[in-house]
């Protein structure tokens, strides 16, 4: 293992200092109020490799960053000045990235979205498998943000017929993973027979909230073939002893002299392991799908107050 300690490295204006290693690089300390660690690659191009970077601003907070310019993307983390932790999503090359705020935690503890009624936890194809709260939701239903109109004839049938068709259900999941005698028995409905019941009288289910319907394409990763390649061994980097100008002090005068140095001609080169060739492949992340969704609450609501009664 080598080490390396300073108080201090300070390239030239606007350069960068490296550190190139095949083993892993620790860097401690602490930046300056303005100051800037990065890790990966310098170049501005737009197939850059992925990097990571720490940010001190001072007073408005820290950030670390980790981005992949060759595809656009990025995530910053950060703290802001009074405490707030924030998460951003980034796009952009490297250099030019635009940020976007998606969730924070502020001063209080309360995790906040970036902005208002735009994000979502969750999605049809990756749900939360259950959330625990001491009070109920609270969903926004503020009439100046609304257009409501009273219940038609054929609603109040839906409603009724919905009030119908309650069932008592297992999981599949569930009694796949702990057989029918153990999976846990659920009081519901499903989506299909609600979706019978309006067009039962005409309507299209899909025009109400109560029923949703997600889709989603297949996710595959392409990875290239990889060619055979013989292990390299570690090569030490090269010195060239070289003879430069100084000027020297004598009695109170300064001289011209000269004295050797050694300048690094070939870079070291670390040992890389041998690869084996592979023929390219397509892997499946997640298989093309629907699912159909009911929001409860609506449905409650809408066979109590619209289905009383005959």
């Not at 906040?112 to 939360?128: F, K, R």
């Not at 009081?187 to 309507?203: M, P």
């Not at 020297?248 to 050694?262: C, K, L, M, S, Y």
């Amino acid at each position: 293992m080598s080490t390396v300690k300073t108080n201090a490295i300070e390239p030239a204006s606007g350069g960068t200092i490296t550190i190139t290693g095949a083993a892993n690089v620790a860097v401690t300390g602490t930046l300056g109020s303005t100051g800037v660690l990065r890790t990966g690659t310098t170049s501005n191009a737009s197939s850059a490799a992925v990097r990571h970077t720490i940010v001190s601003d001072g007073d408005a907070g820290a950030y670390t960053q980790w981005s992949n310019p060759a595809q656009s993307v990025g995530l910053l983390f950060g703290v802001a000045a009074g405490g707030v932790a924030q998460w951003y999503r980034a796009a952009g090359t490297y250099g030019s990235e635009s940020y976007t705020l998606r969730w924070s935690i502020d001063s209080s503890g309360h995790y906040l979205p970036g902005a208002d009624n735009t994000y979502n936890h969750g999605s049809g194809s990756l749900a939360i498998k259950q959330i625990y709260t001491n009070n109920s939701v609270i969903v926004t239903s503020d009439a100046r943000l609304k257009t409501a109109r009273a219940y038609t004839a054929k609603e109040r049938v839906v409603a009724r017929r919905c009030r119908d068709l309650g069932v008592v259900y297992q999981w599949n999941d569930a009694i796949f993973q702990k057989g029918a005698d153990r999976a846990r028995m659920h009081f519901g409905t499903t989506v299909q027979s609600v979706i019978a019941a309006f067009e039962a009288e005409g309507l299209d289910p899909m025009r109400y909230g109560v029923v949703c319907f997600d889709q989603w394409d297949a996710e595959v990763i392409d990875h290239p073939a990889v060619e055979a390649a013989d292990a390299v061994a570690a090569q030490p980097a090269m010195y060239e002893e070289r003879m430069v100008d100084v000027v020297i002090r004598v009695n109170g005068e300064d001289r011209p002299a000269q004295r050797p140095v050694f300048v690094e001609v070939q870079p070291a080169v670390p040992a890389q392991p041998a690869v084996q060739a592979r023929d390219a492949y397509t892997e499946m992340v997640r298989e093309a799908g629907n699912r159909y969704s009911l929001r409860l609450d609506q449905l409650a609501f809408f066979i109590a107050t619209a289905g009383a009664g005959a």
